[in-house]
């Protein structure tokens, strides 16, 4: 499994986390694990949400101030 790569939309707002997040994935492989780190609050309903619709896995969810950090593992 590589090095997890890391996204950062922060700043952006909905739906563009989503978005980057999943073109992101796209060129990913199976199982490879992608961290977003977004400030738009609403990414906190989207990502999960998308992860469930797409396939992926999301490993872990936080919050660290304003900044929310998702683990999500791609799936296949």
Do not use: W, Y
């Not at 490879?32 to 609403?42: G, H, N, R, S, Y």
């Not at 969810?61 to 999500?72: H, K, P, V």
């Amino acid at each position: 499994m590589a090095e997890p790569l890391r996204l950062d939309v922060r700043g952006l707002n909905c739906p563009l986390p989503v978005l980057r997040a999943g073109k992101a994935l796209r060129g990913m492989a199976p199982g490879d694990v992608l961290i977003v780190e977004a400030t738009d609050p609403m990414a906190a309903i989207d990502i999960p949400h998308f992860c469930r619709e797409q396939g992926h896995r999301l490993t872990a969810e936080e919050r660290d101030g304003s900044i929310l950090r998702f683990a999500i593992a791609k799936g296949d």
